[in-house]
């Protein structure tokens, strides 16, 4: 298994995109969003059915698939710049 990682901390959330190379030499994309600490840790993980033919595109979609899903649960401040919108 092929996995590499690219965290990004955005407030109470880790997103981390995992990607494994595939044996007809695709990509799969997945990325794991956690919070909490300790006993209070959770941990989603989405899966995603695309295929992609390069490692930087997995991990690009699966980065934008998992901040919007952040974005959309993260309240905004009234002084912060305004996020591109999620497609979905």
């Not at 990004?8 to 990325?31: E, N, T």
């Not at 033919?53 to 912060?80: F, K």
Request: aromatic share 6%; proline share 5%.
């Amino acid at each position: 298994m092929d996995i590499i990682q690219h965290s990004i901390a955005v407030g109470k959330y880790l997103v981390s995109p995992l990607i494994r190379h595939q044996d007809d030499g695709h990509f799969a994309a997945s990325v794991s969003i956690r919070s909490g600490h300790g006993s209070g840790m959770h941990d989603r993980v989405m899966r995603f059915t695309p295929r992609f033919a390069s490692h930087a595109t997995a991990v690009r979609y699966a980065l934008d698939e998992g901040l919007c899903w952040v974005r959309e649960r993260t309240p905004r401040s009234h002084n912060a710049p305004l996020a591109l919108s999620c497609v979905g």
